[in-house]
């Protein structure tokens, strides 16, 4: 990873300046006369026989210290997940010593806050325990009164291997299995990752690397104070519809040494409303909240497309009488959601869809994994890259996926800053999980400090228990007999309704809670909270794969209420491999291309269902044959997921068959962990695959779609506004592969497309069409449309439908495609002008290491000339671009 480039593309790629550091500090620092000295920086870190002892940095973790001091080389590289097993095996122990000054000693308490532990450990000061943790995803204050010493106090964190302990937790628990053991062979990973709260992914994934790190992944401190000091504090809009007014619901949460008083003062200045209330705190934990009445109306929050994201300060002022003070600014946004699950006119089961601010939102977005195998690795850079490259492709919504993290606070900022809507899962995935008491007391901490971390942020919409564990159950994947079902229903009950789902519920009444991802939502309650069928496309949301079936049938697609998942593999550019391979793994049955690949039969399915539509690279030059395969694999996936998105937004207002009223759609999976083949639309580095562009296409705010049915050729109109509709006609021309002049072109009457529907804008029998058109057939023409306003303004992007698979076409030649490159004037803006003797079909430009994106990729290219534009993420000249772009289409791969 090139952390320059990361930097560059915050400038040159997003058009804004990076996000500054307010924005992205984590915890506010603690006042109130607390002290606070920090103690991340250079640690000493060992292994358990002493073999191994390096300086670390905090935060951080074993594999990138140890790769920082070059005891290993990138773990990322070629098999060196497998070479480096060794180290998540080892346990690891973290030292540091620290002063105290002596006025800061002589105060009344003294806490070391550990924000974040990976993850089990046993913490000793000057050689005393004084904690131990088992829960990455929890900050641990640990009360060190009386402790210290003035001079080199010797703070020791010693880390267990994850893998023992899960292995260790498993076998304790010896009255049922609970499932699954371990991951398939083919993720080389290790077993019960169900028994450790960690980072589910973390011991491989269907998409990723078997890592189980070790560290101190999150910041060290210690806090000495007097009085109190404030943990932390949540800013919640509340809407009172009765009175059209809102108001801000504060909560502050103090530990308390010595009782006080004091004032609170709230003030939102730019809505001129401010209060002030009387504070009184008594020794201990304390939890106050105190309510601000707005005196003003409020611009709203919306999400990305359908108006802006306001965003206010309000400061929170606390001061005691001793003197001391504590102050906070908060980002405050104002919306309403609310997830809509009623009776449909003329289909049974229930709606499920998200209500903003009172309007129906149609979510288009994907799912997010995390960014990362070592989380300290994570930079404001990347995420800020990912979002605004979602934010670019029409994307309003990001689903932060059950398996991984819970995301650090920059990325729920930035959600908030760019209208991005979050479906944020709690931390469960794929497996059932144990209900010992003190797992399920970790647990309870872990979700009480995770939502009122995330709770303030108008971003996260909703909370959702847990990924695929109801359907684990209901669809038995692990093979459970169906006499003990009972008790791990019982057992599932207990850990997402009885436990999570009551704590968000306490803690947050301003979003909706939903236990599982596929479910049926309140079908699901009513039978138990496990329904018979999560999968049941008239409830709730839907998980949905199918790689061998051809996936230009559309009618194969459930015709579901919700898509949270659904997805198509392919391979990341060779640009991106390159950085851990060699040359001799450049072959698609490679070692290394069946390492890399964790999905069983993922490279063969890839290739089968390319050929279904496509001759796949036929290449005698090996090397250009393993870039082709690539290629063809991205063109597949973005192929199949534009069909099945497309479907799900026409379904938006169509009822057939009793099933239809789709709401969203998030395809699996934006991002990437490492360099490896995925069903990702951005790989990881940043590069955007294939799919990537044509998400901006297919998630556009007004799309025409087209597909064939029953011989006819149907062009819908798909809108996302709310009120506006528009008058529009299809523009639908017939190109012949042989030749760049349209065969023919046709128009719709001027039709009114719905505000928040889909309408069928044109419809013609696709032989009446082929006949008129005189010079085409189906295999020799392919199908051009837009919807342009009656004056002819263009309202939607291009689009196009083949009427037979390209791997039949007649007549498409190679298009022998030059380019030139120039320097638009604009900082980093490359005009790249191609040109071609025959018309070419996904078109794609790669430059290989100059990181940036073109503005459209992948295309049709019907013209002798056609001009794009690539922005770069870094200075690079139209020379360097010359010399690494690649041009490829589909009739070059064979
Ligand atoms: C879904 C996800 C992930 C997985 C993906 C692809 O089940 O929830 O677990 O990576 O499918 O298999």
Known sequence: MNHVVWSFACVYLLEVTCPDSALASEAKRPSLGVDVISLNGKWQLMNSNSSVSVSAEVPGCVHTTLQRQGFISDPYYRFNDLAYRWISLDNWTYTTSFSVPSHVRGKGKAVLVFEGVDTVSTISLNGLTIGKTDNMFRRYDFDV????????????????SAVTYASQRSHAHTEYRVPPDCPPPVQKGECHVNFIRKAQSSFSWDWGPSFPTLGIWKGVRLEVFNTSRVLSYTTSPKYDSEHSSWTVEVELFFDVFVASKGLVHLSIPLLQSEAEFQLSLTPGQSEKSFVLQLNQSVSLWWPFGHGEQFLYYLTIDVSLEGGE????????????????????PSSPGLSFYFRINGKPIFLKGSNWIPVHA????????????LL????????????????????????????????????????????????????????????????????????????????????????????????VRPLYVKDYVHLYVENIRD???????????????????????????VAKDPYDPHYGDTHFYSYYKDCWDWTAFPRTRFASEYGFQSWPSLSTLSKVSVSSDWDFSSNFSAHRQHHEDGNQQMLKQAELHYILPNSTDPLQKYRDTIYITQVMQAQCVKIQTEFYRRSRSDIVEGKGHTMGTLYWQLNDI???PSWSSVEFGGKWKMLHYWATDFYAPILSAGVEDKGDLLIYGVSDSHSETHNVKAKVKLHS??????????????????AGGSTLVFQYSISALLTQCGNCTRRSC????????????????????????????????????TFTVKDTGIVQNFFVTLHCSFPAVYVWLDVDNIPGHFDVNGFLMLSKKSTVIFGAWRPTTAEEITSNLHITSLRDVY
């Not at 009164?145 to 267990?160: F, H, S």
């Not at 102050?327 to 104002?334: G, K």
């Not at 070592?374 to 890259?385: A, G, L």
């Open 782 to 817: 392919i199908v051009t449309f837009h919807l342009s306003s009656p004056e002819g303004q263009m309202i939607s992007p291009h689009n196009h439908i083949f009427l037979s698979s390209p791997r039949y076409a007649e007549g498409l030649q190679k298009p022998n495609i």
């Open 737 to 754: 592969w042989s030749s760049f002049n349209a065969v023919c072109s046709l128009e719709s009457n001027v039709t009114t497309i719905k």
């Open 145 to 160: 009164t009386g402790l210290l010493k003035d001079e080199e106090n010797v703070l020791q964190v010693w880390i267990m």
């Open 674 to 676: 490492w360099q490896g």
């Open 325 to 344: 003070t504590f102050n906070a600014d908060q980002m405050v946004a104002f919306r309403t959601v609310e997830l809509v699950q009623e009776p449909i």
């Open 388 to 483: 605004r490259s979602a934010q670019k492709a029409n994307m309003n919504a990001l689903r932060v996926w059950g398996g991984g993290v819970y995301e650090q606070d920059i990325f729920y900022s930035l959600c908030d800053m760019y209208g991005i809507m979050i479906w944020q899962d709690f931390m469960f995935a794929c497996a059932l999980y144990p209900t010992e008491k003190d797992f399920i007391q970790t647990v309870r901490e872990e979700v009480t400090q995770q939502v009122r971390r995330l709770k303030s942020h108008p971003s996260v919409v909703i909370w959702s228990g847990n990924n695929e564990n109801e359907a684990a159950i209901a669809t038995d994947w692990f093979n459970i007999p169906v006499t």
């Open 503 to 529: 704590i968000v519920l306490q803690e947050d009444s301003t979003r909706p809670f939903l236990v599982s991802s596929p479910t049926n939502g309140v079908e699901s309650e009513k039978e138990g909270w």
């Open 374 to 385: 070592f989380q300290d690795q994570v930079t404001t850079d990347m995420i800020t890259i």
